[in-house]
């Protein structure tokens, strides 16, 4: 089964920037759909990005704007670029791929 690697969380003030990387084994991510999630302390996890396999992307309506996906074929690594952070973007991140198991994520904390 896939392993995904997110790293490059931490703590930043408001108005803040982050990029968050996602590794693989493997060249997987150009022949799947790409997400980004996260989970805040006692919330649902949520989507917040997504880049298919034609390099179409998609955001949640409360990231649009601030954040980015992208990816690195030659690098097997999915971005995303956290800019303009606010503290209810706090969260523990992760990526996923169908058919992977979650990986532990990294967190986001965004404070003054």
């Known amino acids: 089964q896939v392993q995904l690697v997110e790293s490059g969380g931490g703590l930043v003030q408001p108005g803040g920037s982050l990029r968050l990387s996602c590794s693989a084994s493997?060249?997987?991510?150009?022949?799947?759909?790409t997400s980004w999630h996260r989970q805040a302390p006692g919330k649902q996890r949520d989507l917040v990005a997504l880049?298919?396999?034609?390099?179409?992307?998609d955001y949640a309506n409360s990231v649009k704007g601030r954040f980015t996906i992208s990816r690195d074929n030659s690098k097997n690594t999915v971005y995303l670029q956290m800019n303009m952070l606010k503290p209810e973007d706090t969260a523990v991140y992760y990526c996923?791929?169908?058919?992977?198991?979650w990986g532990k994520g990294t967190l986001v904390t965004v404070t003054a």
């Open positions: 996923y791929i169908p058919g992977a198991s």
């Open positions: 880049i298919t396999t034609d390099g179409s992307t």
């Open positions: 493997g060249s997987i991510f150009s022949r799947y759909v």
